[in-house]
């Protein structure tokens, strides 16, 4: 009798230790708060309601190599510094270009480059950029297009009559099929998923408004082993060909988006 209650406190206290072991696990993983607004398909809500996109996938996969577990919040774009500053966020990972930002931000990046572009209707008299003097453009509020245009960035972008900066690729795309407006620009990726999304009949022009390189912003002074972990992640990623597959899925030219990518 004595050795069967012996046998039977020896197993619940090997089921306490198994299960405080498995929990232990759970929630010793720390968490990577991404900060990342809507806009598809580098973040996007599903139909069910769960982060999805390029980023969300990029993101996942880094953060499981290291140990993460990744929480994506939307935030308000606008309010992005404060949030990084105050420590509502970890980082920033939503189609963010490091160019011109380099001293604003401890960056992980770039992890790829995404071509600026414009799109016309299929019918348009425009073909080249030249023809866009003194036309409407519209561009999606606080992106890189609106920098080119506004700013005159690029020497080959001219002077067009007026850009309107529009809080989603969704009301950029209706405008151009609305003829709002005459063109429209941003990422290649981001633009044609709200044309294709609009059912609108496009095409690129040929010239490209430029490259953006795509980073993972920090506070500056941040955690530098979290960055360097993850620096690596992303370069693992690259080398065994994850990233290549992500980018595929989503039809992005693997080729020109990291052909020049190179980790330290």
Known sequence: MKAKKFLTCLLTAALAVSL???FGTQAE??????GSDEYAPYN???????????????????????????VFRKIN?????ELLAGGGVDCLWSCFSMDGQESDYDWVGPYMRSRQVVAVL???EVQRLAQLQEK??????????????????ETNIPAVQTVFCLSSMDEVATALRNGYVDAVAG???????????????????DEELGHANLGIAFAKDGDRELQRKLTQALKEMQADGTTKR?????????EKALGSIRYE
């Not at 990422?187 to 022009?205: D, K, M, P």
């Not at 992500?246 to 693997?254: A, C, P, Q, R």
Request: hydrophobic letters at 35%; glycine letters at 10%.
């Open 20 to 22: 405080c072991a498995c």
């Open 29 to 34: 993983k720390p968490k990577l708060i991404i």
């Open 44 to 70: 996007y809500t599903d139909e069910t309601g769960e982060p999805a996109g390029l980023d969300v996938e990029l993101a996942r996969e880094a953060c499981a190599r290291i140990g993460y577990e990744p």
């Open 77 to 81: 774009w606008d309010s992005r510094d």
């Open 122 to 124: 299929y019918d348009s």
């Open 136 to 153: 409407t453009v519209a561009v999606r509020v606080g992106s890189k297009a609106e920098t080119l245009f506004l700013r005159h960035a």
């Open 187 to 205: 990422y290649g990726a981001a633009v044609r998923e709200a044309l294709r999304e609009g059912g609108i009949s496009y095409r690129f022009l």
């Open 246 to 254: 992500i980018l595929e899925g989503y039809g992005i030219d693997t």
